[in-house]
C-alpha cells in the first residue's frame, strides 16, 4: 500500500486545517489506520486512529475535543480535521496504516505503512 498525505501549510492559532490520507494498492478495509506526528527534534507520537472495527476513535490527550479523525471509504481517504489549532501542533502529520496489536495503536512500531508526511505550521 502507498499512502499519500496532504493538506498541511502554514496557520495562524486558533485556525483549522484538514488533512487528507489516500491509499493506493489497496484499500483501508480491514485495516487500522492512524495519524502520528512529529515536532523538530521530538519523537514521533500518536495523534488520533481509528482503532475498532466499528469505528472507535482514539485520541492523545492534546487533541482532544480539537482534532477529528474521519474517512471516506468511497475515496479510500482517512482525514484528520485540526481545528483550534497551537503552536505546540506544529510538526510533520504521517497517516499510518496496518493490523496493530490489540492496545498498542499508540505505538509507531505497531504500524507498518506510513505515508510522506506533511508538515503543519502554526504561527502568528
Known amino acids: 500500500v502507498q499512502l499519500q498525505a496532504s493538506g498541511g501549510g502554514m496557520v495562524q492559532p486558533g485556525g483549522s486545517l484538514r488533512l487528507s490520507c489516500a491509499a493506493s494498492g489497496r484499500t483501508f478495509s480491514g485495516y487500522k489506520v492512524a495519524w502520528f506526528r512529529q515536532a523538530p527534534g521530538k519523537e514521533r507520537e500518536f495523534v488520533a486512529a481509528?482503532?475498532?472495527?466499528?469505528?472507535?476513535?482514539l485520541y492523545t490527550d492534546s487533541v482532544k475535543g480539537r482534532f477529528t479523525i474521519s474517512r471516506d471509504n468511497a475515496k479510500n481517504a482517512v482525514y484528520l480535521q485540526m481545528n483550534s489549532l497551537k503552536p505546540e501542533d506544529t510538526a510533520v502529520y504521517f497517516c499510518?496504516?496496518?493490523?496493530?496489536?490489540?492496545?498498542?495503536?499508540?505505538?509507531?512500531?505497531?504500524?507498518?505503512?506510513w505515508g510522506q508526511g506533511t508538515l503543519v505550521t502554526v504561527s502568528s
Open positions: 481509528f482503532v475498532y472495527s466499528g469505528g472507535d476513535r
Open positions: 499510518a496504516t496496518g493490523r496493530p496489536p490489540f492496545g498498542l495503536w499508540r505505538e509507531r512500531l505497531s504500524w507498518p505503512d
